[in-house]
């Protein structure tokens, strides 16, 4: 008989006679070298969508059980008989999740964890470990993995500018500086203190003002970003605008950074300004520093210039 032809007895609650019930040969595994976790776990494992399932679990009147989610996908019809649902729940599979710990499914990429089933799903949500998203903001670009992955995708696929160092100075020039285009203009990498920032430069739309918006972003975790600080400067003609701040992660969408304003915005009229000449030209200079914050020993921050 099939794994997923149980018949759940929803009156069952004693975790030893659950346990009894799941090595009887309708559950065993015919592999006799697979330990029983592994049974119950691909017991837990939806025959649709082949993720673990979570309550309410579902099952047809011939025991196939399947999730929530799929239940109604399938439009109420056991994917494996073609029974109707209804709406039977499979308590004894639910109680059998209460009483496993399984490990992070990051735990490949180095997550040491293992949680209760129920808490598995809340802490993978948030994992350290999980892979990031790809932060390069010219396309919709769906590749995740780790940082040395992304540095490398980056370069290869996108051929976006890497640099080794803690200071840059870019220019930026566009010959039609009234045509915004909600558009990225440049993302520049750089390698400092070991780790890798992504500098954004772009030109949007603020409401109804063209506004162009500089902001570094933490190739990283949020937890990790804060040990460093950046300063930016734009400016000419006897003027300068200043902005210091923390690293956004690049757990932050590109878009939740700059529509949250947490970078250097230049209004267009300022920008012709800094550029001089007859402002028909965009020529911004910008400049900038990472510097890594120093720790107190009472686990505070030390600010650069600011402590004894």
């Known amino acids: 008989m099939e794994l997923n032809n149980i018949e759940c007895i929803s009156d069952v609650t004693d975790e030893d006679e659950i346990h009894r019930l799941l090595l009887h040969p309708q559950f065993a595994s015919s592999k006799p070298q697979i330990h029983p976790t592994t049974s119950v776990h691909e017991l837990l494992e939806c025959p649709v969508c082949t993720n ?55 735990s490949a990429l180095g997550c ?27 396309s919709e670009c769906s590749v995740v993995g780790d940082i040395p992955y992304l540095v490398t ?46 500098l954004h430069f ?30 930016l400067e734009v400016g000419g003609n006897g003027r300068k605008l200043i902005f210091e701040g923390t690293p956004r992660s690049i757990r932050d969408s590109h878009r939740k950074v700059r ?18 000449g007859e402002r028909k030209e965009l020529k911004l200079r910008v400049t900038g520093r990472i510097w890594k914050e120093q720790q107190t020993p009472d686990g505070g921050v030390c600010i650069p210039n600011l402590c004894s």
């Open 153 to 198: 995708h980056l370069r290869d696929d996108h051929k976006v500018d890497m640099h080794s160092g803690c200071t840059f100075n870019h220019r930026y020039v566009k010959s039609n500086p009234r045509e915004v285009e909600n558009a990225t203009w440049m993302l520049t990498v750089f390698n400092c203190f070991g780790q890798y920032f992504c």
């Open 202 to 231: 772009e030109a949007f739309q603020l409401g109804m003002a063209p506004v162009y918006m500089a902001f570094l972003r933490f190739m990283g975790d949020e937890t990790d970003a804060r040990n460093y600080s950046y300063s």
């Open 259 to 276: 529509d949250s304003h947490d970078g250097l915005i230049i209004q267009r009229n300022m920008a012709l300004f800094f550029s001089g």
């Open 112 to 138: 040491p964890e293992i949680f209760p089933y129920y808490s598995k799903l809340k802490h993978e949500a948030m994992c350290n470990f999980r892979p990031h998203n790809c932060p390069y903001a010219g």
């Open 52 to 106: 673990s399932m979570y309550p309410p679990i579902h099952q047809c009147h011939n025991g196939h059980t399947l999730c929530s989610t799929c239940k109604e996908r399938v439009h109420n019809r056991c994917p494996t008989c073609r029974q109707e649902l209804g709406d039977i729940r499979c308590l004894a599979l639910e109680k059998v999740a209460e009483s496993l710990e399984l490990p992070c499914k990051y």
